[in-house]
């Protein structure tokens, strides 16, 4: 009772909306939290890890996430504590009050029927809560609100997971920035992309398929920084465009090889390599 469920655009419009004033709120709470990972309890982790970083999430429960043997793998520590990405959008790249695990599961519907409305619903489970970049927050939300429990697979009148992403981030950004455009959407639909994949059902987490493979970090962070490059001066005008939908295809393929199935039942197959191999077949239509 009391908790809702996400079947259509209109009801991730409300989300979006919803999680945007979230990101409103104010982000010095975190600072004496972030001083004291850095400074006092794991210096030797967090001290030179910039503001906006996927690492903080795992901040949050740290002697969890990090083992002793994982501990002493220097040359991990030295890829994983630092950024994977620099967010394409404005509204990907600020630093916001983070919810951290924002899942149907962590919502509370005030509304009658448990139903999706402004002004309805409460965020819980505050467990994962800190600052970091918006474009972490936004990729759980996209890439995990459709992996349901098998029993919430088949809701009568569920619109498609690319339709509904789309719909969240453009009720965002509705809120966090003026007009919107359709080319801002695109570029913070690619930061979700490559934001989910920080995550633990992502490429980085414990319980991904590379199991914390220093190489493929570097990979992805150098695939990322290479699609994710300023437009040539030289481009047609098509070009833009193009290329955005060329890599939400291919930032998607980051991430799906490697998504949660079910709540508590993980099946990652293929890995996150399906993104080269989309790469190499696309570009020369998206990045000609």
């Not at 899942?103 to 409305?117: C, D």
């Not at 455009?181 to 934001?195: P, Q």
């Not at 996150?272 to 191999?277: C, D, E, K």
């Amino acid at each position: 009772e009391g908790q809702p469920r996400w079947r259509t655009t209109a009801d991730m419009r409300v989300l979006g909306r919803q999680v945007a004033k979230l990101h409103q709120l104010p982000t010095d709470w975190y600072d004496p939290f972030r001083d004291q990972l850095k400074h006092e309890l794991f210096p030797g982790l967090y001290s030179s890890t910039p503001d906006a970083c996927h690492v903080w999430w795992y901040a949050c429960r740290t002697e969890f996430m990090f083992d002793e043997e994982l501990m002493a793998d220097e040359e991990w520590k030295r890829s994983f504590f630092r950024p994977l990405f620099i967010p394409l959008s404005k509204a990907g790249g600020r630093l916001v009050t983070c919810h951290g695990d924002l899942h149907a599961g962590n919502f509370v519907s005030l509304a009658e029927g448990a139903a999706m409305e402004d002004g309805k619903l409460l965020f819980i489970d505050l467990e994962f809560a800190h600052v970091s970049n918006a474009a972490s927050d936004l990729g759980y939300v996209c890439f995990h609100y459709e992996d349901m429990p098998d029993k919430d697979k088949d809701l009568e009148g569920r619109e498609p997971p690319e339709a509904m992403r789309r719909a969240f981030l453009e009720s965002y950004l509705e809120v966090m920035e003026e007009n919107p455009t359709k080319e801002d959407v695109d570029t913070l639909y690619i930061d979700a992309c490559l934001g989910a994949c920080g995550h633990h059902f992502g490429l980085c987490g414990h319980q991904n398929v590379f199991g914390r493979d220093s190489n493929e970090l570097r990979r992805f962070r150098g695939l990322a920084e290479e699609n994710c490059a300023p437009r040539k001066q030289s481009a047609p005008p098509s070009w833009s465009s193009v290329r955005r939908a060329g890599l939400q295809r291919r930032a998607t393929s980051m991430f799906s090889r490697t998504r949660k199935s079910t709540r508590g039942c993980w099946r990652p197959s293929g890995g996150w390599a399906g993104f080269a191999v989309a790469k190499g077949r696309r570009r020369s239509d998206t990045l000609s």
